[in-house]
T-cell receptor, first 114, second 113 residues
Framework: KAGVTQTPRYLIKTRGQQVTLSCSPISGHRSVSWYQQTPGQGLQFLFEYFSETQRNKGNFPGRFSGRQFSNSRSEMNVSTLELGDSALYLC?????????????FGPGTRLTVT | LAKTTQPISMDSYEGQEVNITCSHN???????ITWYQQFPSQGPRFIIQGYKTKVTNEVASLFIPADRKSSTLSLPRVSLSDTAVYYC??????????????FGQGTTLQVKP
């Protein structure tokens, strides 16, 4: 069974631009979570989607948004990029939507903002 | 969500058993204990999860004492490829926590030849 895939793997953007990252969960997994990882803050939860609905949201500004499609694929968008948005963005999927502590992570998208 | 405390780093040698202990004094009745492993520039990988006593799978064992205020991840006969950061997470999946994992600083395990 294929794992979680994320595209693109690497991205370089300029301050003020916007970016869209994509995540395809493991087949059959309908819960998708997003995380940001930086050396200073570690791994931080962004949001979680299930059945096209955002069920949970972390403490990030409104510039960070996401959505989920009917096939469970998910995208996250960051608008008006700042230098501090440079990070590894990770997507994770979970089989059991009621018990999501077992999550399967993708390889991440490395975003660099210059 | 219960706060966890684990050593920042540990060193070991190939072939040794490694035990990483995590303290979670404020663990709640409904909380589970979960461990993840992360290699550089990769996403974390689920290792093991437990509620009480002992859980074992093909990768590791998890020991949880009766009071559940701590837990120990045991990696048998480590190899160089076990060098990674190990995270201990404690929590339940109530409606406020759905899909949300809270990672602490983790324990960086360095396995030497």
């Amino acid at each position: 069974k294929a794992g979680v895939t994320q595209t693109p793997r690497y991205l370089i953007k300029t301050r003020g631009q916007q970016v869209t990252l994509s995540c395809s969960p493991i087949s059959g997994h309908r819960s998708v979570s997003w995380y940001q990882q930086t050396p200073g803050q570690g791994l931080q939860f962004l949001f979680e989607y299930f059945s096209e609905t955002q069920r949970n949201k972390g403490n990030f500004p409104g510039r960070f948004s996401g959505r989920q499609f009917s096939n469970s694929r998910s995208e996250m968008n960051v608008s008006t990029l700042e230098l501090g948005d440079s990070a590894l963005y990770l997507c994770a999927s979970s089989l059991n939507p009621d018990f999501t502590y077992e999550q399967y992570f993708g390889p991440g998208t490395r975003l660099t903002v210059t | 969500l219960a706060k966890t405390t684990q050593p920042i780093s540990m060193d070991s040698y190939e072939g040794q058993e490694v035990n990483i202990t995590c303290s979670h004094n404020n663990i709640a009745t409904n909380d589970y204990i979960t461990w993840y492993q992360q290699f550089p520039s990769q996403g974390p990988r689920f290792i093991i999860q437990g509620y009480k006593t002992k859980v074992t799978n093909e990768v590791a064992s998890l020991f949880i004492p009766a009071d559940r205020k701590s837990s120990t991840l045991s990696l048998p006969r480590v190899s160089l490829s076990d060098t990674a950061v190990y995270y201990c997470l404690v929590g339940d999946n109530g409606s406020s926590n759905t899909g949300k994992l809270i990672f602490g600083q983790g324990t960086t395990l360095q396995v030497k030849p």
